[in-house]
């Protein structure tokens, strides 16, 4: 069974530019939770959904960060323009169902650089 | 608000050493807590789950233990190998948060051969 898939696993942009990443959950998995992790740090949860529905997006940085994730699958996360505090990995984890008796996989992450 | 912390940030031992990783939280008011193994450029790896009700988990080399009222656990690692080079997070998860992972910073350790 394929875990959770992310592209592209890496990133370098200017400052001001947009910038998407991509995830793809465990097949079946109806809960998607998009992390920041800075470097040195623990992931910090920026937005969570059940189904296509955001949950808690209660961390998501509205003025610059969308997400979406059409049809209760696939989600894209995007920064738009981005900022140089912005470099950090974006991981992206999936679970069956929302609740803390559902285990979260994680992917391996995006690497986004802003130069 | 709820908040993780591990000691030591970073950790160098031999190979074969016994060593302890530390991980406490602020609110005892948790329903489990896990323990990741996080490698350069990969994501998560769940290694140990402890339910509030539990005092501690194995698996392998590893032995996990909580003790909630005083908000911490540790991981221990036997016998350390080369192999055990990683990040090492700690997660709480409370109630009513929708399994909301909150993490520590993490302990980077690293076993010289």
């Known amino acids: 069974e394929a875990g959770v898939v992310q592209s592209p696993r890496y990133k370098i942009i200017e400052k001001k530019q947009p910038v998407a990443f991509w995830c793809n959950p465990i097949s079946g998995h109806n809960t998607l939770y998009w992390y920041l992790q800075n470097l040195g740090q623990g992931p910090e949860l920026l937005i969570r959904y059940e189904n296509e529905e955001a949950v808690d997006d209660s961390q998501l940085p509205k003025d610059r960060f969308s997400a979406e994730r059409l049809k209760g699958v696939d989600s894209t996360l995007k920064i738009q323009p981005a900022e140089l505090g912005d470099s950090a990995v974006y991981l992206c984890?999936?679970?069956?169902?929302?609740?803390?008796?559902?285990?979260?996989?994680f992917g391996p992450g995006t690497r986004l650089t802003v130069l | 608000k709820q908040e993780v912390t591990q000691i030591p940030a970073a950790l160098s031992v031999p190979e074969g050493e016994n060593l302890v990783l530390n991980c406490s939280f602020t609110d005892s008011a948790i329903y489990n807590l896990q323990w990741f193994r996080q490698d350069p450029g990969k994501g998560l790896t769940s290694l140990l789950l402890?339910?509030?009700?539990?005092r501690e988990q194995t698996s392998g080399r590893l032995n996990a233990s909580l003790d909630k009222s005083s908000g911490r656990s540790t991981l221990y690692i036997a016998a350390s190998q080369p192999g055990d080079s990683a990040t090492y997070l700690c997660a709480v998860t409370t109630y009513n948060q929708g399994g909301k992972l909150i993490f520590g910073q993490g302990t980077e350790l690293s076993v010289k051969p």
């Open positions: 984890a999936s679970s069956l169902a929302a609740g803390v008796d559902n285990e979260q996989f």
């Open positions: 402890i339910q509030s009700s539990q």
